[in-house]
């Protein structure tokens, strides 16, 4: 009875983890997409200020080059081809030293207005203002999403027009269902575990 109890466990414990591992398209969005993080010097007001002054300057600058990536290969050149720039600019405008990397980087569940984001790791330009040791503020740079005031269509064509198949685009939806949510909290919670 005992053994029989351990198996049932360990087919059930099995199961679980195969029903929360990314078989139905998550492992494709983290690499679709690029990020934007930009951290704040310190919490201060002022430096939440021009953490947001620095935010609007960098999007100003990508807006044309990213927006007119048609892959999420030519997005990432576009934004790699702009760090130089955006570190002197963000200098400028934040008064210290700059850091701007373009890296992956390990994200939080995110929940936006019409979509959700799973944890995971996405590539990641990162604009560090000081020590980068405030607030921080973040979006999806590609598909460029940042200032979308878009409608549901809007949203589905830059999806798609960035690569996304319409069952990855169906799977971040905001209104797709509380399963993938429950889903991407479980991979979050897993890997931390993993990670301890």
């Known amino acids: 009875m005992k053994f029989m109890l351990s198996f049932c466990t360990a087919v059930l414990a099995v199961f679980l983890l195969f029903t929360c591992l990314p078989v139905h398209g998550e492992e494709a969005i983290y690499d679709s997409m690029i990020r934007l993080h930009v951290l704040a010097e310190s919490d201060s007001a002022a430096d939440q200020a021009k953490k947001l002054e620095v935010r609007d300057a960098v999007l100003a600058v990508l807006a044309d080059a990213v927006g007119e990536a048609d892959s999420y290969e030519s997005a990432l050149a576009a934004a790699d081809a702009h760090r130089e ?6 200098e400028e405008i934040a008064g210290c030293p700059v850091t701007v990397t373009l890296t992956r980087e390990k994200y939080p569940v995110r929940f936006y207005e019409k979509f959700t984001l799973p944890a995971g790791e996405y590539m990641s330009l990162r604009v560090i203002l000081g020590e980068g040791s405030g607030k921080n503020w973040w979006c999806v740079l590609f598909p460029q999403l ?13 999806f798609i027009a960035a690569g996304f198949s319409a069952e990855q685009y169906q799977l971040i939806r905001r209104e797709s269902g509380v399963k993938y949510k429950i889903r991407f909290r479980v991979l979050e919670i897993l890997s931390e575990l993993i990670k301890e």
């Open 146 to 158: 940042c200032t979308a005031q878009a409608s549901e269509d809007a949203f589905y064509e830059d």
């Open 85 to 90: 720039s955006i570190r002197i600019l963000a």
